[in-house]
């Protein structure tokens, strides 16, 4: 059965950074794209990250560009997500998935395993 697990959210105020972390289990890991996405309230699910099988490729999107890093290690099969310059607007709930693929996909709908999800609130 694959488990994904979030860590390393909170409450951070605007301009700080903070680091999720997501562990893997149940899973060959290195066979799956890792992506992160997010759900501020009454929003729609939206994809923040992505990034290849053997972490050759990343894929951003464009709210976050520049602000966030996506990476991977294999070994601990884990995926991170660095946040720096953190918005009030980055505030969601922010969730790792795991798709089978050699391709990144941005539609959360294509990933097959996702984690609970870990709240980033960003004050002004």
């Known amino acids: 059965q694959a488990q994904l697990v979030e860590s390393g959210g909170g409450l951070v105020q605007a301009g700080g950074s903070l680091r999720l972390s997501c562990a893997a289990s149940?899973?060959?890991?290195?066979?799956?794209?890792m992506g992160w996405f997010r759900q501020a309230p009454g929003k729609e699910r939206e994809f923040v990250a992505a990034?290849?099988?053997?972490?050759?490729?990343?894929h951003y999107a464009d709210a976050v560009k520049g602000r966030f890093t996506i990476s991977r290690d294999n070994a601990k099969n884990t995926v991170s997500l660095q946040m720096n310059s953190l918005k009030p607007e980055d505030t969601a709930v922010y969730s790792c998935?795991?798709?089978?693929?050699?391709?990144?996909?941005?539609?959360?709908?294509?990933?097959?395993?996702w984690g609970q999800g870990a709240q980033v609130t960003v004050s002004s």
């Open positions: 998935a795991a798709k089978r693929s050699p391709i990144l996909f941005t539609a959360p709908s294509l990933y097959d395993h």
């Open positions: 149940g899973l060959t890991f290195s066979n799956y794209a």
């Open positions: 990034i290849t099988q053997n972490g050759g490729r990343e």
